[in-house]
Each structure stands twice: as C-alpha cells, then as structure tokens.
C-alpha cells in the first residue's frame, strides 16, 4: 500500500483547496492511504472526505517550537510515508521533508530562498500566472501532483462532504427566507472593512429585499460583530440568534442559506464548495487572481479596489503586498460602499429577484 502525506499547514481556505491534491492522487493511487497534517482548527473542511484517510493535526504556536517539531519530524519518519506532497513550503514543513526518508517529496521552491538544500526530490515551481477558471491557488495545487503524476482528467473542484444528518440539519426553519449570510468581519481586524461600509452593504440589503441577514463572525469577534449590528437600520430582518461557533457547525448552516457575501477566503471556499453563490469583497492586499476561483460573474462574483482604482495598484508587488496588509485602513476607505453595491446589486438581483420589496 503506498502511504501519501499532505502538509497544509496554513488556513482555513487553503486546507479545504489542498484537497484537491487528495482528491486526484487517488485516482493515480486508487488503494493508497492519503493522510493530511492541518492545523488543529481547520480539520473541520476536511471530515468525512472519501479520499482522506487519516487527519494528524498539530498546533500553530506549539509546532513552532522547536522540541515539538523537532517530535513531530521523528513521528513523520517513523510513519515510512512514500509520498509526500508539500503545499505549505514553509520552514517546519520543508524540514518534515528532508527528515521524512519519503521517495518523493514534492514541494513548491520558494524563490527568494537562497539555501541550497534538498528539502524536495521534486522541486515544483509556483506558476507565474492565473490560466484556469478554478484560480490560481487550485492551480498550483493541481500542478504539485500533475508535475510527478500526470493527471489524465484532474478534478479541480475542492468539495465538501456533509453527513445524512448534516444535510437535514435546519435550524433556520423558522425564518424568513431568503437568508443572507453575511461574513461581517475578516480573520482579524486589519483584514476586515470598516464597520460603518460594512453596515451600509447590509442597510442596502434590508431596505430592498425582503430577506434574513445571519451575521458570521469568529467565536471571539461578537463584540465587534455587534458594533456592527448597531450601526444597521432595519435590525428586524438581522436575526442573531442563529449562529454556528464551529467550522462544521457553519458548513450545515450555509448548506441551509441563499448566498453568501463576505470579505473573508475561508468561509468563501466553503461556500462555493456547497455550491452555493457567493459575493467576494476582496481585501486591498489579497491578489484576486489567487482566490478568485470559479467566478463567472452570475453564480460567484467580486469587487477589488485594484479594478476600481487601479492608478493606487501601480506599484503592487508580493513586497508592498505586506507593507498594505499592516495598514490596510486608507486602501478600505478607498472601496466605498458605493462601488461595491456598483457590483453587489446585479448579483442580488439575480439571486433574491423574488424578494425583491
């Protein structure tokens, strides 16, 4: 039996669209065992997937000390794993690699590392550029596998598979529908709009439909995501009563919604996985055509400042990328609720006509 690993050792988003490496080297492998090494708080996106086999997780801070990687190395060498796809490439995973005596190792190089050692057998180049409708993420992902093992008909969509009792789970019921689920705040607070657009996006919402906004947000964010409930005018179509505090408790409840409309990738990627729409409000940093994933403007649409305002972009690079994402508040203050709504309207009225007031 051969014996696969995949290091995603990152995100939400990033875990659910690695598994597509999972999900195509087992058509390659039919009778393999694919197991996944996450962070602890993202195995949710991955359960009860057919071409998964085991989930070991680890956690972000203590996998950064070296004593627990220095036991994490001995644990995935003991394992004997003859493959091993890298799709983080960072530190601790190169080094799981190098330790890990797997005949392949495949990984992505990072340019702008100068040390010149064989972490990877297989040494797979980051593409230069978006050419597929899945994005350039999945691409990438796609691209680990297809560079060692040619993939005759690769399946590039990231899936998410729900239990019978998952699928029958209902709590909203007793709404009013359409429902709306609106991601009202990023991962953390410099990666979320201000909260007064954020306000405005939904008043817009409120005032024209007639719809239940549920509001997402992190387990330790309800301050904040009630600040933003201040702001909002027509409060009795904001039902925050429902919420889900887990990843698979969001997966069952967007399974139950209409759309849904956020500035933050993990819930998006889920979304789209349900196969349900969704309105991407890109963060000023974030390069759309990374995460820009089946957007065909009527099912999965988006708005990014770098194509409203593309004069502030002329001198984008991966390095004033970071400069941004540490002072991101001027750049949101630039995507004005009224070039988002410029987009966000003709996707709601294709998708909540019906309620239209």
């Not at 993202?42 to 997780?57: K, S, W």
């Not at 509001?215 to 904001?238: H, M, R, S, V, W």
């Not at 400042?305 to 941004?324: G, M, V, Y």
């Amino acid at each position: 039996m051969t014996k696969i690993l995949v290091i995603q050792n990152k995100r939400i988003g990033d875990v659910l669209i690695s598994s597509v490496i999972a999900n195509n080297i087992k058509k390659v492998f039919p009778d393999s065992q694919v197991t996944y090494f996450v962070y602890d708080y993202t195995t949710g996106v991955l359960e009860n997937n057919p071409n998964i086999d085991r989930i070991i997780t680890a956690n972000d801070k203590e996998l950064k000390k070296f004593p627990k990687l220095l036991k994490t190395i001995a644990a995935v060498k003991k394992e004997e794993y003859d493959i091993i796809f890298d799709s983080y490439a960072k530190f601790q995973s190169r080094l799981l690699c190098l330790f890990s005596g797997a005949k392949y190792r495949i990984g992505f190089k990072r340019a702008h590392k100068t040390l010149k050692i064989p972490f990877y057998t297989h040494p797979i180049n980051f593409l230069d550029d978006k050419t597929q409708f899945c994005g350039k993420a999945i691409e990438d992902r796609l691209n680990i596998v297809n560079s060692v093992f040619p993939l005759k008909d690769p399946d590039d969509r990231p899936k998410i598979y729900l239990t019978e009792a998952e699928k029958n789970y209902n709590s909203i019921a007793h709404i009013k529908k359409p429902v709306v689920m609106f991601t009202v705040l990023g991962s953390t607070l410099p990666k979320s709009m201000p909260f007064d657009y954020v306000a405005t996006l939904i008043d817009y919402i409120t005032a024209t439909y007639n719809a239940t906004i549920l509001f997402n947000y992190g387990p330790t964010q309800k301050e904040d995501a009630l600040k933003i409930y201040a702001l909002c005018k027509n409060k009795e179509q904001i039902n925050l009563d429902v919420y889900e505090d887990s990843i698979r408790g969001f997966i069952k409840l967007m399974n139950q919604c209409d759309v849904l409309i956020a500035n933050e990738g993990g819930t998006v990627h889920i979304t789209k996985a349900l196969d349900k729409p969704t309105f991407t409000i890109y963060s000023p940093y974030i390069e759309k055509g990374d995460w820009n994933s089946f957007e065909d403007g009527i099912m999965h649409d988006s708005v990014h400042l770098l194509e409203e305002k593309p004069q502030l972009f002329e001198e984008f690079t991966r390095e004033s990328r970071k400069i941004i994402e540490e002072n991101p508040e001027q750049l949101y203050r630039e995507l004005t609720p009224e070039m988002i709504l410029s987009k966000l309207k003709p996707f709601l009225e294709h998708h909540l006509k019906e309620a239209k007031k």
